[in-house]
């Protein structure tokens, strides 16, 4: 035989990369667009009560009904938020990185909360003081009789709540930002006469546009997308809108998943502008030329003892508002039922009953006798709806997280690999992006709620148990974008010399992937799940669209204890179990973080230097030479 017949011998890798592009085909075209070209294709196949299909009855419906309305409310609440954000987001990064201000590690932890706790959990927070039974309010009607309970309600009370949960975007990224400023420039800028908000007017605050450019866009979109606080508040807007009109039938109203399908669209198409116009300002390149040795950033006193004086209330000020929902919810999770419930402190009164174990709760009916409800009250690890959640929320969060990021660093290895087909992988991996949450979910219910989808196997992945696999699913691909932006950084900063000395010793492409690549990346990797395990256990705009008896994400359960508290004799104790809840929740992304941002992000000589520590402190322990003392030593 010539050796031009001879055939080729088989290559694993060939083989898993033709495996692994036919799965992604799958994943892409099946769970990405399919779904989304079927909700927009929704829009245009309306029929009329006589059977007759009219494509644009959605159209007119919303240019002539009240659906318009919605998209406004979202709109003014988006516009609105970038002013009210940014000024306190800006403002609280100047107080604790760029002013001398005293106290200023205590303020960045306060301003920092927001990071243990957001969503449902935040906004349930925020209404435990300032609803018309919370506690501020309560104590001001008993000031005030004629104290309009309900003013925590409408635009206003998601203004304000929106404006303290979107500073955390400022406190990670602005705050890095304005670290990496040269000092030199601002000494240099001192040093001619100018004044220090002169400086900080036309030096530092230039510097900070892009990041600035980028949070804006950020918060526009978070507004405009906004789910939970206008649903709990009471606050018509987009999102809200199209979970509602998803549950509907054609027997309520005219064709509503047609224009839940059409809100979404809508939303879509804002998002795609933003994202189209944050691409082309990025692309322009604002860059600032600085001295070749960088000095690190001093504190600038304020020399004017009005404007000192001043700063120091306007920051306490803010440290107190975003303290005291955290510091109630806590000390109300250790109080009795009767005081949460009447929002009133009891000190001689503590119990963990809001965190462990059961009780019965009597009460006087309508006869005049007394009834008792057997374990009405019990805590957040006592009670079989809360346990529930948290265990359905944590499964579920740490499949699609670590499916992200398996999915992610295949592909950028690939990408890395292969510049061509590569880049069509990558945008494949961004195309969730373009997309609001909220679209991505509807299509989802409606899409796979049927049984002639071939490629599930005719399966209804919204009946039933089965609706845990579609979160799980929508989970995954929310969040491949975000773990692909983090993870292909990583891959920068691998050595290409490691790689061609792993070949030159014969190592194939699998094996110098999983023994010289995956190592050097695997701390981002678990950087990157650790944030998205901590996104998706609170999440609640995902777990509200596909809200089922059979998947109730821990968010969802914890907005039912808004409703149900005391009802029939039920969830006596439901506001102290959801301050229970809120606590578990940032003590459990509390961790978190800390392994993210304290201890994986400490380089290897901070590292060894704590191993060193630790190896002290048990050899002091042990004894001083490192080993136990002999028995009978003196």
């Known amino acids: 035989m010539s050796a031009f017949a001879r055939p080729r011998p088989f290559r694993v890798e060939k083989a898993l990369q033709l495996i692994g592009a036919l799965c992604f085909a799958y994943l892409f075209f099946g769970f990405m667009l399919l779904p989304c070209l079927n909700t927009l294709t929704s829009i245009f196949t309306t029929r009329n009560a006589a059977g007759e299909l009219e494509p644009f009855a959605v159209i007119r419906f919303f240019l002539a009904g009240s659906m318009g309305k919605f998209v406004w409310n979202s709109l003014k609440l988006a516009l609105c938020l970038i002013v009210t954000v940014n000024v306190v987001g800006i403002s609280i990064v100047l107080l604790t990185e760029y002013f001398d201000i005293k106290g200023a590690r205590i303020l960045r932890m306060g301003y920092m909360t927001t990071l243990v706790y957001s969503g449902v959990a935040l906004v349930t927070g925020y209404m435990f003081l300032y609803a018309g039974d919370g506690i501020l309010t309560t104590a001001v009607r008993e000031v005030v009789p004629n104290f309009d309970p309900t003013w925590f309600s409408g635009f206003n009370a998601v203004l304000f709540t929106m404006t303290f949960a979107c500073t955390s975007n400022h406190m990670l990224f602005l705050r890095n930002a304005i670290r990496g400023i040269d000092y030199n420039t601002v000494e240099a800028a001192r040093n001619m006469g100018a004044k220090p908000f002169k400086v900080l007017l036309r030096v530092v605050l230039p510097t900070l546009l892009p990041t600035l450019f980028s949070l804006t866009v950020m918060t526009f979109i978070t507004g405009l997308c906004a789910m939970s606080a206008p649903t709990l508040l009471g606050y018509d807007s987009i999102n809200p809108e199209i979970v509602r009109l998803a549950g509907s039938s054609v027997a309520d109203e005219a064709f509503p998943q047609a224009r839940a399908a059409l809100l979404s669209i809508i939303l879509a198409c804002f998002t795609i502008v933003l994202l189209t116009v944050l691409s082309s300002y990025e692309r322009k390149g604002h860059y600032l030329s600085v001295s070749k040795t960088k000095a690190k950033l001093q504190k600038q ?294 392994l993210v941002y304290g201890v994986g992000a400490r380089d290897l000589s901070e590292r060894l230097e704590a191993r060193k520590k630790w190896r002290r402190r048990l050899a002091r322990f042990a004894g001083k030479d490192g080993s136990k003392k002999p028995t009978g030593a003196p």
């Open 301 to 594: 006193k304020i020399t004017n003892p009005v404007w000192n004086v001043l700063a120091h209330i306007y920051a306490y000020a803010l440290f107190v508002i975003y303290m005291t929902p955290v510091v109630m919810i806590v000390v109300f999770s250790f109080q009795t039922y009767s005081a949460v419930r009447m929002r009133r402190l009891d000190l001689s009164k503590w119990t963990l009953l809001n965190y462990f174990g059961k009780a019965d709760y009597a009460y006087l009916t309508s006869r005049g006798t007394y009834k008792v409800r057997e374990g009405s009250v019990s805590g957040v690890f006592s009670n079989e709806a809360t346990l529930g959640g948290i265990q359905t929320s944590f499964v579920l969060s740490v499949i699609a997280a670590a499916a992200a990021c398996v999915i992610v660093v295949i592909a950028c290895n690939y990408i890395f690999r292969h510049k061509g087909t590569g880049t069509v992988l990558e945008y494949a991996l961004l195309f969730p992006w373009l997309l609001p949450t909220i679209l991505i979910c509807y299509s989802y219910r409606v899409f796979f709620n049927s049984t002639g989808l071939w490629y599930v196997f005719g399966k209804n992945l919204y009946y039933g148990d089965m609706v845990k696999l579609l979160l799980i699913i929508a989970y995954t691909v929310t969040k491949l974008p975000f773990s692909l932006r983090m993870i292909k950084a990583s891959f920068y900063a691998i050595d290409e010399e490691l790689e061609d000395a792993a070949r030159s010793l014969g190592a194939s492409g699998i094996r110098t992937f999983l023994k010289v690549k995956l190592p050097i990346i695997l701390p981002s990797v678990l950087a990157v799940f650790a944030l998205n395990f901590n996104a998706l256990f609170t999440e609640y705009d995902m777990g509200a669209t596909f809200a089922s008896t059979y998947g109730t994400t821990y968010a969802m359960v914890i907005q039912s204890m808004t409703r149900e508290e005391g009802l029939y004799g039920y969830n006596v104790n439901a506001s102290g179990r959801r301050c229970a809840s809120t606590v578990f929740i940032m003590l459990v992304s509390g961790v978190i973080l800390y």
